[in-house]
């Protein structure tokens, strides 16, 4: 998941640096990257979650919060279902 203000979602150059990011974190074949990125907009109770498309998916993603982190997004890898249901 990356957070990311509205006004920093709706700024093309925020979104290409976003983009090479995740596109760099795909590995050798991206059709090997299959954990979809979720990208959180918005703050308090006025977030949107938004499931990227399938071209923005990473192989490894702690190496993906990483890099996004090492890039100034806030990112974190959290699970999308309780493994405990």
């Known amino acids: 998941m990356v957070e990311l203000?509205?006004?920093l979602a709706?700024?093309?150059e925020q979104q290409?640096?976003?983009?090479?990011v995740i596109r760099s974190n795909q590995g050798d074949d991206p059709k090997y990257a299959r954990v979809p990125v979720?990208?959180?907009?918005?703050?308090?109770q006025q977030r949107q979650f938004v499931r990227l498309g399938a071209q923005f998916r990473v192989k490894d993603p702690?190496?993906?919060v990483n890099a996004l982190v090492k890039a100034n997004f806030q990112a974190k890898a959290t699970p999308l279902m309780d493994s405990h249901l």
């Open 5 to 7: 203000d509205p006004k």
């Open 10 to 12: 709706g700024d093309i």
């Open 62 to 64: 702690e190496a993906a």
């Open 38 to 44: 979720i990208a959180v907009i918005g703050a308090n």
């Open 16 to 20: 290409h640096r976003l983009r090479n």
